[in-house]
């Protein structure tokens, strides 16, 4: 199998995404005693990190077909959570694509609103990603669209390398030799990418993953030794949910390999981050794209003296919602 290479999608992808920055955040370096840099992924385009890997792939695949001669997709297709399909839906309508977003029953509204809004055909139907991914494959097949899957992809996992390549560069030039890099962690495309694009850039940070406590596939996959199922429960962090995949072929391989350390949070953690987010860093946030500052916040002891980034990797959520775990009427 191909490997995901971070050189060619940083060069691919950078007149389709921006390169966004590293701030340092003032309060949680107080916190910490330490130096905390923030990563704004969600300022791309499309709200989040996964508009790198969906430009990746859908571009490389056009690169091979027309090396082969060939016409290249005639269209897209997606299963996702959310972020996932609208980067998806962003890059077929750049190139001129029909594309179809495949979305369990739990995806909220606002994002279903978006993917809408992009042009996708969606068909919201099952309890679970996973009831999702085996629609998506079945009507690829059927249609003839091409499939980007979500996370476990050579071209997937370069695209989010990229966010990686860019903190460990971003950071050396700072003269920061970083500690950790927090990175919310779900299929595992992310801290796949993040670690093999921080390697990439010389770094030799750890790589600590952060997740919801309850439902998250990976976390009892790497308890398991394997990808099991796990059943899907709510959460503010909805971007984190979702299975691995029985017949997974890359992520958890080499989130095993590359993880150095699993965090686990409870939603009143994860609130925090996204109030924490909005107040402090004026930075909107989903619960996803929050739980790196929301493993600060709950035990800074952890990171006390050291030198990290965190990894903000979306703000598709409401303003409203986050005001109201703010407290606000």
Known sequence: MRQPDIEAATARVAPHVRRTPLNRSADLSKLTGGEVLLKLENLQETGSFKLRGAANAVLAVEERAAAAGDAGPQGLAAVSTGNHGRAVAHMARALDLPVEVFVSRHVPEDKLAALRELGATLHVGGDSQDEAEESAAAASVESGLHLVHPFDDPDVIAGQGTVGHEIGLDAAAAGEELDAVLVPLSGGGLLAGVALGLRLAGSAARVIGVAMRGGSAMAASLAAGEPVPVAEVP?????????????????????????????????????EGMVFALQREEQLLEGAGAVGIAAILD?????????????????????????????FP
């Open 299 to 327: 035990a800074p002891e952890r990171f006390a003296g050291q030198r990290l980034a965190v990894v903000l990797s979306g703000g598709n959520v409401p303003l409203a919602r986050v005001q109201r775990l703010a407290g």
């Open 235 to 271: 959460t503010l962090a909805d971007s984190l949910q979702g299975g691995l995949g029985l017949d997974n072929r890359l992520t958890f391989r080499l989130v095993s390999e590359l993880l150095d350390e699993l965090i686990l949070l409870d939603e009143h953690a994860i609130a």
